[in-house]
């Protein structure tokens, strides 16, 4: 009989805890392709990575942290819904952040802010909440495109992978099964 329990988990259409640690894994694995591909364009193709995209990197890294505790946790129904809440806020802040990237990529040059100083130097010199805000401000460097696919740039790409990766982890641990 626990044969058939473990067959009826893996039907299409439901969401037993071993779908829901299969999901997470993938989101989780989807998590950490983007963080290659970032460390790809910047060690090989030799992007230099903006202030805002740091952020990314940093909301991404702890949505692929959130994905990994769901995976490997694969707690019961409360605990599944508790992940999916942390992972639609962590989701969100990523979304926000990519959409302010964006925004800023679509100024007018002449309505675009001023290059300022680099993320390292704001955290040597700036308590962290300052650091925070003139980074979310944006500067120069963040509105300038210098790779593009299929004619969007790296926060256009990101921002989707945010709101999908939200909407997904959040369906997938807010199920009544499992």
């Not at 903006?50 to 995976?71: D, T």
């Given at each position: ?7 009826d ?16 894994t ?51 129904k ?56 003139e980074?979310?401000?944006?500067s ?39």
């Amino acid at each position: 009989m626990r044969d058939l329990q473990v067959i009826d988990d893996f039907t299409p259409g439901r969401f037993g805890s071993s779908n829901r640690r299969l999901l997470n894994t993938l989101f989780f694995l989807a998590c950490a392709g983007g963080l290659g591909f970032a460390w790809y364009a910047q060690f090989y193709l030799g992007l230099e990575p903006c202030p805002l995209c740091i952020f990314q990197r940093l909301a991404l890294f702890a949505l692929g942290v959130a994905f990994l505790l769901a995976a490997v946790h694969n707690p019961d129904k409360r605990g599944a819904r508790v992940y999916g809440v942390l992972i639609g806020l962590v989701a969100a802040i990523g979304a926000g952040i990519a959409g302010r990237h964006v925004w800023l990529q679509h100024l007018p040059p002449e309505q675009a802010p001023r290059c300022g100083p680099g993320l390292d130097y704001l955290l040597e010199t700036l308590p962290l909440s300052e650091t925070i805000r003139e980074v979310l401000t944006g500067s120069g460097e963040c509105a300038k495109v210098d790779w593009s696919l299929l004619g969007l740039s790296i926060p256009e790409w990101t921002l989707p992978l945010f709101l999908g990766l939200g909407v997904l982890g959040v369906f997938a641990n807010w199920r009544r099964r499992g």
